[in-house]
């Protein structure tokens, strides 16, 4: 009897903490699809699996892949993926929760569309609302809840581990730049709803937002790699035929370059200027804090979000350039 490839290997990328794995490792215990058609691979970026994961994992006949440096999680994955043996990769996190009937749902859309070589699925917050803002005309490329054909990853190299600054432990945008790649090779997407996987709240500690501003140095190397759709898609809101881009990264500038504005103007002693430049940055500031929900908590923080956003923006530009990456791959 000919024996057949598990249809999914779970891909999942860990610094190694227990209080995180053990509940996405219960859960993926729960899957109500069968255990003979899924492997689980959890990969360890930079760390080592305690006993109790090694354990639970052996119980499950999972899989510990274990690389001595940090690399980021984009090559955790490329890592586990160079040793699974499912037709499709079922990328999620290890702060995620799996609904039970995760794989089954899945399973069934793929191989009732056989031709799909991109799932999407819902990835929603604890209280049920999305994660991201949905967008109906492309994927979101979410690695929590992302199902792709396995022979496709191989095919275009998998995740770029360039989006890692391994000295600030910085990664960020890996995932769009997988998405957009996929899109380059013809991949078919699908998009199913009933395929759940709940995330945590992000950035909820209180110097968060600090952290989130320096991610975007990453920023300047997927415009490298793709210009137009960085343009298009990356933090884009549209309200009727209007599109309003990277409100957050321009109010970021806005509040810096008006609030020197306003001082320079106090030196010189024009008062009237100095009060337009410092409504300026206070209607910016206001944009970026909004996006901590107005929190006062956060206020104290978020007046130095900007600051760092831009010269985690600089670091960026500067990397890239050294990198070479300022020209789009072949292909």
């Not at 305690?50 to 999972?62: D, F, H, V, W, Y």
């Not at 929603?124 to 609302?129: E, F, I, S």
């Not at 968060?208 to 137009?228: I, K, S």
């Amino acid at each position: 009897m000919i024996e057949r490839n598990p249809l999914f290997s779970v891909v999942v990328p860990t610094r190694g903490d227990p209080s995180k794995l053990v509940p996405l490792l219960d859960a993926l215990a729960r899957q109500t699809f069968s255990r003979s058609r899924f492997e689980i691979l959890v990969s360890f970026d930079g760390a080592a699996p305690a006993a109790e994961i090694s354990r639970k994992l052996s119980a499950l006949g999972g899989r510990a892949i274990e690389s001595r440096a940090r690399r980021g999680p984009g090559a955790a994955r490329n890592l586990a993926a160079q040793v699974a043996s499912g037709d499709y990769l079922a990328f999620t996190e290890d702060d995620c929760l799996p609904a039970n009937d995760w794989l089954e749902r899945a399973a069934a859309r793929l191989e009732g569309e056989p031709a799909i070589d991109v799932l999407e699925g819902a990835t929603v917050r604890p209280d049920g609302r999305p994660s991201r803002r949905p967008d109906p005309d492309h994927l979101h490329y979410l690695p929590t809840n992302l199902f792709v054909r396995r022979s496709l990853f191989e095919k275009v190299g998998g995740y770029c581990e360039e989006f890692f600054d391994a000295g600030r432990g910085i990664y960020f945008r890996e995932d769009s730049d997988l998405g957009f790649t996929l899109e380059d090779a013809d991949a078919k997407e699908g998009r199913e709803s009933s395929v759940h996987v709940t995330h945590p709240v992000e950035h909820p500690r209180f110097l968060d937002p600090l952290r989130w501003a320096r991610r975007y140095e990453m920023d300047a190397l997927l415009a490298a790699r793709h210009p137009e759709e960085f343009r298009d898609r990356i933090e884009v809101h549209r309200i009727g035929p209007f599109a309003f881009r990277r409100l957050f990264v321009r109010a970021c500038f806005a509040f810096l370059l008006a609030s020197m504005a306003a001082l320079v103007a106090v030196i010189l002693g024009e008062g009237g200027l100095a009060a337009a430049f410092g409504l300026i940055a206070a209607v910016a500031l206001l944009l970026v804090w909004a996006k901590w929900g107005l929190n006062p908590l956060r206020l104290p923080v978020c007046l130095c979000v900007p600051f760092v956003l831009v010269f985690a923006y600089a670091r960026g530009f500067r990397r890239a350039i050294a990198s070479g990456s300022f020209r789009r791959p072949a292909g």
